[in-house]
């Protein structure tokens, strides 16, 4: 059968996504590895390892900054996905008192742009000591996080059900080894999810950081965005790559330990 | 089964959120000239008087409005075509998904430099053009930075939003197609007709909560303005956030009160959103499942 | 051990669904809470099990009070209508998962999974995924768990509902059999009448949160308290009437029966009808309908109200609009006391 011509305008427009996509992520990986592109060259006149060989030269601390900040990153994504898991089973399973709030307040966030919200609480914050400090951030990028990570664990604990768990609980599990063997292993998919939805938005965040940290709290986004602001187009490429390939490399280290971990699991059961 | 667990599963949750809901609140006290610490005590509302009357918020605020309802609107529109697209060459799952979750997760700072590297008039485009034989000089490239026309953020924000739109109304796109849209080609209406008079109208749930998420965030954001936008005038939280460090104190419940009344209007983008979909709902029936 | 319910009522969301229920199943008993669906049947179960907590009264197990037990404690083991089987776990991992809790050691699980995969005829599937075998094989192997858990009381919850007719009956007979071998205390909700008669040693007939009678599956059916248990087993025609000195007395028909002084209602089954053909009869025969074993007859009582209908085992060349005379079974009419 002939295909339709509507297809192939749908098909074309598909492309031309894909190509707008993936074409400014080639170009910024040219310009992190350019050493000279002058008008009006469509490529790089010639190449260095320069801006790499900056970024990780051995008297900046990029890479220490680097670690921490995906640790932070990661701190926020765990407890966002631990609070997310409670917030979700108490909502779902439970009839109690202000249901109704915790659900508008979840969602909440999203209402509420994040600069006004961080300009909001950077007074109390300094009241509070802290300001300045990592666990600051952490409280106000986890705040940001919850509305996703919440609507993920949500939906999922609800089409897993009751059900399950209370067939555990009658073959003699308690409460909390019904939840570990029985939930848990199936919520994974969502806490894969979740965790990841966290970090990158914490991985992100600028502002919000910029002013709670105070510049105090160095995360890669602090170092890298003065070097966009600049307008550097090869420092900014270089740091623009490194922050790609390590959000890639945290996401795919998240899947593989978590994934190891139902892996152990199973075999613990049984071989 | 314990009447106390889900007061113990939700204690974090209330924590934070009583935590949020004090930061907002105590950015609107300052908005009335409430601060004790800069011993500011007089409640009043010249500070929102005096700021919706200075001219250069109103910049500010149309600056910003032409921005992100340029750009939502396009987004949605432009992200409805893509799910569309995705729906109907069969492409709801595999690497082009991968290629359009790609696109979501890289943060506006760095999309910014996208922008820099590709507008800019010795960027990538003018290059292009030049080579081309459509301009002569850098000069000849329109200013599309760091001016007021503001196409460099507008196409930076495209770039991350039409793929949420289309990420964001895939599934219920895909779900409608598979069984209402086939069910319409069957019964004689052509492919066009059947996804305008039945897909898309059912698809709208989705597609309007995507634009909901989108008008809202990008009127609150800072990322993309700050590191794209002119000097005069500035986009809103650009402009709180100068007022906000101001050396000198007194400035500060002129910026709480900007962002009381980005606040204001994002809240107000929110109820005529929820206004026009109930309003939906009790017209006909919801089928809204994002 | 023998499982006592005193006094038991249950109420969820503001509404009562079991009221007041007294039960008692005796060691290795095998008994059937009978009624339609929405009775509380089920709810009855899960606050056995202590899944539903009870608003009054006590579950009593071996003379212990129950109440203060937790669910995982009570070795009260349900078995679900809808299998519940580990999505995430193999056949054997879902069968050790109970001797997992009771804290065994893995091989001791596993010799213990493959004993019972052997018990319900399901030899080699161990390492088989769930979502890989068919309905019967899953209720095997949830049969299989349920006993891993060395239950005191097994609860069985419409466990053959889901499954195909012709599976049931191997499912029953397997259960009756691994009952009787382990001699577990057990209860069996069913809505299915064939089920709770073939299978219990006592049924207790529920309706709306109530046991309306409590007794074998002889006597509830031959001896029901009120219509409602008589008509769930069998309906049929009731004819009001009266016993005065071992006779009972009616418009229709008087017969000699062994009971007290009375107003009664003669419920007359299909079973307890004989139908003869005559061209004198007083009856015609309105309908008559092929059931498979036999044929059903609905007739009529020329200038009358009365209708009754009847089981035709044979072929007889009765039709339709033919007049027939009837003859009662005595000891298959059923008196109820009004």
């Known amino acids: ?271 | 089964m314990n009447k106390k667990t889900p007061y113990i599963l939700i204690m974090p949750i209330v924590l934070l959120g009583v935590l949020f809901i004090y930061g907002v609140a105590n950015g609107i006290i300052q908005s009335f000239g409430y601060i004790p610490a800069f011993n500011l005590r007089d409640l009043s509302l010249d500070y929102y008087i005096k700021v919706i009357k200075s001219p250069t918020f109103l910049d500010s605020l149309k600056v910003t409005l032409h921005i992100s309802l340029i750009s939502s609107i396009l987004a949605a529109v432009l992200g409805t075509i893509l799910t569309a697209a995705l729906v109907y060459t069969g492409h709801t799952e595999g690497k082009i998904i991968q290629v359009i979750k790609l696109a979501i997760l890289i943060p506006h700072t760095i999309v910014a430099l996208f922008s820099i590297s590709i507008l800019s008039q010795n960027g990538l485009l003018a290059r292009l053009l030049y080579k081309l034989g459509i301009i002569s000089t850098q000069g000849d490239f329109p200013l599309l930075l760091y001016t007021k026309n503001n196409i460099g953020i507008i196409l930076g924000y495209l770039w991350k939003e039409v793929p949420f739109v289309a990420y964001f109304s895939l599934s219920l796109m895909a779900s409608i197609n598979k069984t209402l849209g086939e069910a319409a080609e069957n019964l004689g209406a052509s492919r066009l007709k059947s996804f305008i008079h039945i897909t898309l109208p059912l698809s709208m749930p989705a597609i309007a909560k995507a634009f909901l998420i989108i008008l809202t965030f990008s009127f609150g954001a800072y990322d993309l303005p700050f590191l794209l936008g002119a000097t005069v005038p500035k986009a809103l939280p650009v402009q709180a956030h100068v007022e906000y460090i101001h050396p000198d104190l007194r400035h500060r419940p002129y910026a709480m009160a900007m962002n009381g009344l980005i606040l204001l209007i994002t809240w107000l983008m929110a109820g005529i959103y929820y206004l026009i979909s109930n309003r939906k709902k009790l017209k006909g029936g919801s089928h809204e499942r994002a | 051990m023998e499982l006592e319910l005193k006094n038991i009522s249950v109420t969820l969301s503001k509404k009562e669904i079991l009221k007041s229920i007294n039960l008692r199943v005796e060691d290795g008993e095998f008994i059937s809470l009978l009624g339609a669906s929405g009775c509380g049947k089920s709810t009855l179960l899960k606050t056995i099990a202590g899944i539903i907590k009870q608003r009054e009264g006590s579950i009593l197990l071996g003379g212990k009070a129950l109440d203060k037990v937790p669910p995982h404690k009570r070795r009260t083991v349900i078995v679900f209508q809808d299998f519940r089987l580990f999505p995430h776990m193999t056949v054997a991992e879902n069968i050790s998962f109970p001797l997992k809790m009771l804290g065994l050691h893995k091989d001791k699980c596993r010799e213990r999974a493959v004993e019972l995969l052997k018990k319900v005829k399901l030899e080699g599937f161990k390492d088989r995924h769930v979502d890989e075998i068919s309905g019967g094989q899953k209720q095997r192997v949830v049969l299989a768990r349920a006993l891993a858990a060395e239950p005191v009381v097994l609860l069985l919850d419409e466990p053959f509902s889901s499954l195909d007719i012709n599976l049931r009956k191997d499912m029953r007979e397997l259960v009756l059999d691994l009952q009787k071998e382990y001699k577990i205390t057990t209860i069996l909700v069913t809505h299915d009448k064939e089920e709770a008669l073939t299978m219990s040693d006592r049924i207790a007939f529920m309706h709306n949160g109530e046991i309306l009678q409590y007794d074998t599956p002889e006597n509830i059916f031959k001896n029901p308290v009120n219509t409602i248990v008589a008509d769930y087993f069998a309906e049929g025609t009731y004819i009001s009437g009266e016993i005065k000195g071992n006779r009972f007395i009616s418009r229709f028909f008087n017969v000699d029966i062994n009971r007290d002084d009375g107003k009664y209602k003669c419920l007359i089954r299909p079973s307890a009808l004989k139908v003869n053909k005559a061209e004198d009869g007083k009856f015609q025969v309105v309908a008559k309908i092929y059931q498979g074993d036999n044929y059903l007859l609905k007739i009529n009582k020329i200038n009358s109200s009365l209708k009754l209908e009847s089981i035709l085992n044979e072929p007889l060349d009765i039709k339709e609009g033919d007049k027939v005379s009837i003859e009662l079974d005595k000891d298959k009419l059923i008196f109820i006391p009004e």
């Open chain 1, 1 to 271: 059968m002939k295909e339709p011509s509507s297809n192939k305008l749908l098909k074309l427009f598909l492309y031309i996504t894909v190509f707008a996509i993936l074409a400014p992520m080639v170009i910024i990986t040219l310009w992190a590895f350019t050493n000279q592109w002058s008008w009006p060259s469509l490529l790089p006149t010639s190449y260095s390892l320069r801006a790499i060989k900056e970024i990780f030269a051995p008297y900046g601390n990029v890479f220490p900054i680097l670690l921490s900040s995906i640790f932070l990153s990661l701190t926020v994504a765990l407890l966002s996905a631990i609070i997310a898991i409670m917030a979700a089973r108490a909502v779902v399973f439970y009839d109690f008192f202000g249901k109704d709030l915790i659900d508008f307040i979840s969602m909440a966030p999203n209402l509420v742009p994040s600069t006004v919200f961080a300009m909001g609480i950077h007074v109390a914050f300094i009241k509070m000591s802290l300001a300045n400090t990592p666990l600051g951030v952490i409280i106000v990028n986890l705040i940001y996080t919850l509305p996703y990570t919440i609507n993920i664990m949500k939906n999922l604990t609800e089409s897993i059900g009751k059900d399950l768990e209370q067939q555990a609980y009658v073959l003699g599990a308690s409460p909390w080894k019904a939840f570990l063997h029985i939930s848990f292993p199936l919520l994974l998919p969502g806490i894969i999810a979740s965790i990841t939805m966290a970090y990158i938005i914490s991985f992100s965040q600028y502002f919000v950081t910029l002013l709670i940290g105070g510049g105090k709290v160095m995360t890669f986004s602090m170092i890298m965005v003065p070097f966009i602001a600049k307008g550097d187009r090869t420092l900014g490429s270089a740091y623009a790559l490194v922050f790609v390939l390590s959000t890639l490399i945290v996401f795919g280290l998240i899947n593989l330990i978590l994934k190891k971990f139902q892996k152990r699991k199973e075999k613990y059961n049984w071989n």
